[in-house]
Each structure stands twice: as structure tokens, then as C-alpha cells.
């Protein structure tokens, strides 16, 4: 049995409700619970932040449930920096066996962004699949989610087991290996790298600028007008400082990259 229904930051309340009614009438039947997690949570809203929502299923949902979910989220979400009043859905959906009892990699339903926007409008949707960045997820509902139907994640979902936990931080980064990786998101990608250090070292995750300036602490000289510039842009929902491209943003990524795989070898 869930409790009182949380109370939800004014700015996203109508959003978010609109949003689970969406998920309610798809997933009718088979719905477990709905979180929510991330920034409207851990540390306020930005200008581009989006909203973070885990739905948990009871059986795995059909393809034709699981395309029409993705369809509809179309309608109750918005292209960050759009000016529409909306902000940016992320949607992941887990059947509950599927990550009860715990496994690496688990298995995630479907997932729902802006990024997708195009190919769902196209009709190309991508199948269920193993998905590592769970490990991460799972920990962040667990660390800081709020139920919005069902019970507290901590009743939901097991523990991720520390080792899991930075394998999934370090296959996140091995994502990352060339300038063509993150050309044209460079922002984002040093401020989620910055963030996988922080939760290497610390076993938590932590807003984007709050891990930025615990790194800031810690890198060299050489790399801090990089970090420092992509922790203000953020913070400012403003265009990126020059230093944000070229060589900077990869000579950051290797040393933030060499200090997460010593961190997974200790």
C-alpha cells in the first residue's frame, strides 16, 4: 500500500500528473509503481533539466503497450531549451522480475527521452533490452526517489551490490572513447563524467554541479576553466564557453576516465 501522495515541486506537479496518467491508462493491469528521481529531487531544477520517472511494471509489457506508451509520452513532454512550458520526460520502465532478484546487466522494458523524439515519430522503436546504466539508476531511486504510486523504492528493489555498481559507472565511460562521441554535447558529457567520478569515489550520485565541484577540488590547474565553465553553463541554462570544444574536453576525459578504472580495480 502506497501513502499520502508526495508533494511535487509547483513547476512540474501538473506535468508529472499528466505524465502518470499517461503511464496508468498503457500499463493498465500491470502497474507496480512510478518514482520519481533525479533533479527535482537532489538538488533543484535547472534550465534544461528534465524529469526523471522509473515506472515499474508487474509482467513485461507487450510491444504494442510499449510503442503506444512511447507515443503518447510524446505528447506530454518537450525538447529542452524549447520554451514550451513543459520540460524534457525521462521515462524508464523495468518489469519487476527482470531486476528482482538483483542481476548485472539487467533487463529495462523500454525508455523514454527527448533524444528519441524523432525515431518514435517515425515509428523506430527499440526492443527490450540488457541496459547496465540500471545499476545506476536502481542505486539513485533507492538513494533519493519519492513513490508516486506503490511503495518506497527501498521495498521495491534491492540493494546494487558495489562491484555491480561501478562496472555499470565504468561501461558508461567506455562510451566516451573519441572527440566524435561527444561532439556537439560537450557540456553534458564533462558534466556526466565528472559525475561518474564522483559516484566511483563516493558510492553516491550527486547533482551534475555539485559532483562538478567536488571534482574542481581535485583535478589540476590545467583542467579546471573546462569544468568550471560547463558547471556555470549549466547552472545558467546559457550558451557553452569556447573552452568547451576542442582538445580541452579530451585531455579532461582521459584523466577523469584513468581515475575511475583505478577506482574499479581498488
Known amino acids: 500500500m502506497s501513502g499520502a501522495a508526495p ?3 509547483a513547476g512540474i506537479a501538473q506535468q508529472v500528473r499528466l505524465a502518470q496518467a499517461v ?3 498503457h500499463l493498465a493491469g500491470t502497474l507496480l509503481g512510478v518514482h520519481l528521481f533525479g533533479s527535482a529531487l537532489d ?6 533539466s528534465d524529469i526523471d520517472l522509473l515506472v ?16 503518447d509520452l510524446l505528447e506530454v513532454s518537450a525538447p529542452p531549451g524549447s520554451g514550451a512550458p513543459w520540460r524534457p520526460l525521462e521515462v524508464t520502465v523495468v518489469a519487476h522480475g527482470e531486476v528482482v532478484p538483483w542481476r548485472y546487466p539487467a533487463t529495462r ?3 523514454f527521452g527527448e533524444w528519441l523524439r524523432q525515431d518514435i515519430e517515425a515509428g523506430v522503436f527499440a526492443d527490450r533490452m540488457p541496459d547496465h546504466d540500471l545499476a545506476i539508476l536502481l542505486t539513485q531511486v533507492r538513494q533519493h526517489g519519492v513513490a508516486l504510486l506503490g511503495p518506497p523504492a527501498t521495498a521495491c528493489f534491492e540493494p546494487v551490490p558495489r562491484q555491480d ?8 565511460v567506455a562510451q566516451w572513447r573519441t572527440e566524435s562521441d561527444w561532439a556537439g554535447d560537450e557540456r553534458n558529457v564533462v558534466l556526466a563524467m565528472a559525475r561518474i567520478w564522483y559516484s566511483a569515489a563516493t558510492g553516491r550520485i550527486a547533482p551534475k554541479d555539485v ?19 560547463a558547471r556555470a553553463a ?4 546559457g550558451p557553452d564557453d569556447p573552452v568547451l570544444r576542442g582538445g580541452a574536453v579530451a585531455a579532461f576525459m582521459q584523466y577523469a576516465r584513468t581515475a575511475v578504472r583505478t577506482l574499479r580495480a581498488e
Open 7 to 9: 508533494s511535487l515541486p
Open 23 to 25: 503511464i496508468a491508462r
Open 43 to 48: 538538488g533543484g531544477l535547472r534550465p534544461h
Open 56 to 71: 515499474t511494471t508487474r509482467n513485461v509489457p507487450g510491444d504494442a503497450a510499449r510503442q503506444a506508451l512511447l507515443r
Open 109 to 111: 522494458e523500454l525508455q
Open 165 to 172: 555498481f561501478i562496472a555499470a559507472l565504468a561501461d558508461t
Open 211 to 229: 559532483a562538478a565541484a567536488w571534482a574542481l577540488e581535485r583535478v589540476p590547474d590545467s583542467h579546471r576553466p573546462l569544468l568550471a565553465a
Open 234 to 237: 549549466y547552472l545558467a541554462g
